[in-house]
């Protein structure tokens, strides 16, 4: 079980979480479908809006464009050679190009999984393709760059809404040009397996006809803000709590549940504000599900140099509470927060965040100012009750294989509704949510273990190293890696004997903290973006390093050919942005040691 005790006041936190409010709240929020964008969402936002001012936080209401899409319908009639016309369920996708009122017909073409291998000998070029598994804007950009007019995909059990966009948030004039450019549909795995039996009879013609909305709309995003009530040197400092509001359909899961904790949350730490350190910004999102994440993404740009100078942590939730989430060990969290997170749930729930890397999805748009993220969704299905298609698309997301299996099968569905959330799961979530983050909010000295991120980004470096040979030497890396550690391990030190002695003021807490908010603001954007602090990757699945990754692929070119040359380049320009972070982050250090003496 975990070290950590829950003192008087923490167990107050935890005694105020009440399922009956959060299941009120779910209910509240869940009476509209949440498309972006629509007067249904602004309801809900309104909704949210008086709660937040009821418990005192000082709210922000913003709009802004954002470029969103859903599907409105889809048809598919499959006609076998000299058989009679069957009409397939189908649904389309979100940014799919729609056919237009006359539709595409053509023979079709099986293609396994869409992998180059499968895509090998055949010419598929203005030719309509069967894929096995769930659509993925990374799996329909392979399929796209084969030449394909236009793509079904076999899913699971149900069909869930899917977004194809790649691009994270709003696209620009380098990124537009990935938007899809082909229609698509899905269809359950039993029309699959009926489609697959024609097709080995013989050739099957198909005909589908998709109409998807695509629009500039303007989206809402609403802040609350609560500050300490007394003035102290990190006051001015916060940690967010987000969460997306819009949804598909009802969205009693999501993301309802992740609303109203957020709600509870609020609050609760409104009634400790007394307690706080540092403030508490809770943020709610349009343009998550209908424009791939556009309401965060455009507040990271828009307040920049304040979320970079201010926030210590960003924490956020989705689709929490769900009948049957049983596995609260496959969540989200970046290195330096794994073990203090684990420690939260492991108090309220028994179970430890495994060791894995932050999954390149949800609201993550954070990455590239620098402050450690933590969680996304929190309770999962166990594996054994997932669709393995849904699995393997969870596995893909999260970036490894584990003992959780996603949402429930009624996730991104019409059966997203009140019914599917457990009020036990959800106030057991929400407890773990409000502990973590009252944490957060009232630690004298920041709980960031750098050092668990160092060791992950030595493995990553290590690796690439392997790979990439003597091509490119990266022992410069290794070498300031150990530099920082020692560093770290210093300061820690310094820290434990000035406070074992009554010499830890708060001037000198505030300095510690102040140097681990620089220490993330140097590692966190090379660990885990290639687009750098100003910019947004792709919504597709990523590596550590990334900038460094394409290193691996030197050891297959030949020296002296432009393409190696070329990217040996490249590969020095990313060694030396990884370098420079980590000598940034050695210096804060110990100026910061010099300051204390």
């Known amino acids: 079980m975990s070290s950590t005790s829950a003192s008087s006041r ?53 709009r802004h464009p954002g470029l969103v899409s859903w599907p409105e319908s889809a048809t598919l009639t499959v006609t076998p050679a000299g058989g009679s016309a069957q009409t397939l369920t189908c649904s389309t996708h979100a940014f799919a190009t729609a056919t237009g009122p006359a539709g595409i017909s053509g023979e079709l073409v099986y293609v396994g999984r869409g992998t180059p291998e499968d895509f090998a000998g055949k010419d598929v070029r203005g030719r309509i393709v069967l894929v096995d598994g769930i659509i993925a804007p990374n799996r329909n950009l392979a399929v796209e760059a084969a030449g394909v007019a236009a793509s079904i995909w076999i899913a699971g059990t149900h069909l869930h809404e899917r977004a194809l966009s790649p691009v994270w948030g709003t696209p620009t004039p380098e990124t ?3 938007l899809p450019k082909t229609p698509s549909v899905s269809i359950p795995g039993t029309e699959g397996e ?35 009530s007394a003035e102290g040197p990190e006051s001015d400092t916060f940690v967010m709590f987000s969460g997306h509001v819009d949804s598909w359909y009802y969205g009693a899961m999501d993301n309802g549940t992740a609303n109203a904790t957020q709600l509870e949350v609020a609050r609760i730490i409104a009634e400790h504000q007394d307690e706080l350190r540092r403030g508490l910004r809770v943020a709610f999102w ?13 507040y990271a740009d828009n307040f920049w140099q304040d979320l970079h100078d201010r926030c210590v942590a960003h924490v956020n939730v989705d689709s929490v509470g769900g009948n049957g989430a049983t596995v609260l060990s496959e969540g989200n969290s970046m290195a330096e927060l794994r073990e203090f997170t684990s420690d939260v749930i492991e108090q309220i729930a028994g179970q430890r965040l495994a060791p894995r890397r932050y999954g390149r999805s949800g609201d993550q748009s954070f990455w590239g100012h620098g402050f450690p993220s933590v969680l996304m969704s929190l309770s999962e299905q166990p594996a054994a009750n997932a669709d393995p298609l849904l699995l393997a698309l969870h596995h893909q997301i999260s970036g490894g294989q584990g003992a959780g299996g996603g949402l429930g099968w009624w996730w991104h569905t019409p059966e997203d509704t009140v019914d599917k959330i457990d009020p036990a799961f959800l106030e057991r979530d929400a407890t773990i949510y409000a502990l973590l983050v009252y944490r ?9 273990d750098y050092g668990a991120d160092l060791a992950e980004l030595h493995t990553s470096v290590d690796a690439v190293r392997a790979k990439a040979g003597d091509a490119v030497d990266l022992s410069d890396v290794g070498e300031w890696i150990g530099e920082l550690g020692s560093s770290l391990d210093r300061l820690s030190r310094r820290v434990s004997e000035l406070d074992a002695v009554g010499r830890l003021d708060d001037a000198s807490v505030a300095r510690v903290n102040r140097c681990l908010m620089e220490v993330g603001r140097a590692l966190i954007p090379v660990d885990y973006s290639r687009g750098g602090q100003f910019d947004h990757d792709l919504a597709v699945p990523t590596q550590p390093v990334p900038g460094l990754q394409p290193a691996t692929r030197l050891a297959t070119l030949q020296p002296g050919t432009d393409d190696y040359e070329f990217l040996r380049t490249r590969v020095v320009r990313e060694r030396n942005r990884l370098v420079h972070a980590l000598v940034t982050a050695t210096r804060a250090v110990e100026a910061s040691l010099n300051e204390l003496g």
């Open 194 to 228: 009926r489609l697959r039996a024609l097709m080995a009879q013989g050739p099957v013609t198909v005909h589908m006809v998709t109409q998807v909305y695509r629009a500039w709309r303007q989206l809402p995003c609403l802040t609350g803000d609560l500050r300490p």
């Open 286 to 298: 349009s343009g998550h599900s209908h424009a791939r994440y556009a309401g965060s993404t455009w």
């Open 10 to 62: 923490e167990q107050a936190v935890i005694d105020a979480v009440s399922a009956d409010r959060l299941m009120e709240s779910d209910r509240a929020i869940a009476q509209w479908v949440r498309l972006s964008g629509t007067d249904e969402e602004a309801n809900a936002f309104d909704w949210i809006q008086q709660q937040l001012e009821s418990y005192g936080l000082e709210t922000h209401r913003y």
């Open 176 to 178: 537009a040009n990935l």
């Open 440 to 448: 957060l909010c009232t630690a004298r000295v920041l709980p960031f």
